[in-house]
């Protein structure tokens, strides 16, 4: 009882930060050797402040729980899920060499905007995912450190996809491939939102309700809950 406290995060109950370092030291360990290849996956809540701000720690942490649980039930038993505090969390992934990795951060993108927008619709429901292959020269930490760079990298070019003056999540047609068609550009609107129809997604296909909005002035398509 007492490994198992010390090994979980307490409010999510998925493995902590301190389970996680075990977890790469043991798969760096066993993997370290040709066809053993890992992947480390890090990921976390954009805008998760306003859940807190607008309603409250209780409503946040109710948010992080869906997003842990999300996480574990789309990777299953093929890696480890951990949270590593706050809105931040990490997925150790085996095999990669014969996964789509590709396509697993599209999964786990697509599983943080069902869980947000289940748990708390309103706001910002995306999260921002990024991943790295395990290299021989690689310790827990540098590992850790790669991936996280590699986060802050991809949130860097996400950044300008986010339109804070509408409150809506935005997201580009190749981070979800199964939207169909392409929003028409509107010359005599350069700034104001056109609502979209036909919206179909891996999230609108799991009973999700989200709004489509098309932006004329570059072609996105932006979300909001219905």
């Known amino acids: 009882i007492n490994r198992e406290m010390a090994f979980s995060d307490p409010l999510t109950g998925i493995p902590n930060t301190r389970a996680l370092r075990e977890e790469l030291d043991r798969a760096i360990a066993e993997r ?23 309603f409250g720690h209780s409503m946040g942490d109710r948010v992080l729980s ?34 789509d990795l590709d396509r697993l951060e599209r999964d786990i993108a697509a599983a943080i905007v069902e869980a947000r927008v289940q748990t708390c619709p309103g706001v910002t429901a995306t999260g921002s995912v990024a991943h790295v292959l395990w290299q021989p020269e690689d310790t827990p930490s540098t590992l850790l450190q790669r991936a996280d760079d590699r986060l802050h990298e991809a949130k860097a070019v996400r950044h300008a996809e986010i339109d804070q003056n ?10 979800f491939p199964e939207v169909s068609g392409t929003p028409a550009a509107d010359p005599d609107d350069g700034k104001n939102l056109r609502r979209g129809s036909g919206f179909r997604s891996a999230v609108r296909a799991r009973g999700l309700a989200l709004e489509r909005w098309a932006s004329p002035r570059d072609g996105r398509w932006l979300y909001s809950a219905a």
């Open 32 to 54: 370290g050797r040709p066809g053993g290849l890992f992947s480390l996956f890090a990921l976390d809540l954009d805008n998760f402040q306003q859940v807190n701000d607008r």
């Open 66 to 99: 869906a997003v842990g649980a999300a996480l574990v039930a789309v990777v299953g038993e093929s890696g480890l899920v951990a949270r590593r505090g706050g809105d931040e969390f990490s997925i150790v992934v085996y095999d990669a060499a014969h996964r």
């Open 166 to 175: 509408h409150g809506l999540a935005v997201a580009t047609v190749s981070s």
